[in-house]
């Protein structure tokens, strides 16, 4: 990094900030050449697999799409955007950690069903014949067992 006045590389941090969620840092910094004082500032880049479709195809990572598969499973259903949106973010952090290229749909389809059979059962039925990934439930019990066994 260079001074963005005289360009001298003789530089100095004087204050290191971090936002409240940690995902920015902000440094003020002043140039030991010609004393000019600048901000600069660091964030987390996150980065999500892609998710691999059945048919091979590849797609950008979509909370909205998950959390839209889940409001559709849980219609007239008794639980909460709150209890979603819990499930969608352990989806996303499960992701992040684990794929780095990317992930398949189905193990996505997965771990939307566990999550969905710890709020409602009836919905995580209805979630596995909507999406066929599993052609009965036997089929979906089996790969859940896999998954715990990982
Ligand atoms: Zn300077």
Redesign the pocket.
């Known amino acids: 990094m260079k ?6 590389q ?2 100095r941090v004087i204050e290191t900030r971090s936002s409240n969620d940690h995902l920015t840092t902000r440094r003020r910094r002043i ?6 004082r600048f901000s600069t500032q660091e964030s987390v880049l996150l980065s999500l697999p892609k998710v691999r479709k059945k048919n091979g195809q590849k797609e950008v990572f979509s909370k909205s799409k998950i959390l839209h598969g889940l409001q559709a499973a849980c219609a007239k259903r008794p639980v909460n955007k709150e209890q979603l949106n819990q499930i969608v973010t352990r989806i996303v952090d499960w992701a992040e950690k684990s794929f780095s290229e990317e992930v398949s749909s189905c193990d996505i389809g997965l771990r939307v069903l566990s999550g969905l059979m710890e709020v409602d059962q009836v919905a995580s039925v209805r979630f596995a014949s909507v999406h066929q990934n599993f052609s009965n439930l036997d089929d979906f019990v089996s790969q859940l067992g896999n998954m715990e066994h990982e």
């Open positions: 001074c963005p006045k005289c360009h001298s003789n530089l140039c030991e050449n010609c004393q000019f």
